[in-house]
């Protein structure tokens, strides 16, 4: 897992979005995100900087570039 600002994970996250390399995606009660990657690797973060709100618009915005996010 790892732990990083929202800034920080926006900016690791544009490449995959960019190539299309992101199956889904989901985003747990303690605000995880976890990355499933079409090779079947995944990737577990935690943002340590930013509200519910803004994991929403997160979420949205994965949404939108066509990635399934599930929250649970």
């Not at 747990?28 to 079947?40: I, K, V």
Request: aromatic share 8%; proline share 1%.
């Amino acid at each position: 897992m790892k732990t990083c600002a929202l800034q920080d994970f926006m900016e690791e996250l544009r490449p995959w979005l960019d190539q299309d390399h992101i199956h889904r995606a989901e985003l747990d009660e303690q605000g995880r995100f976890t990355l499933y990657f079409n090779d079947g690797m995944k990737n577990v973060y935690t943002i340590n900087d930013c509200n519910r709100a803004q994991l929403a618009e997160v979420v949205q915005s994965l949404r939108q570039k066509g990635v399934e996010v599930n929250e649970g």
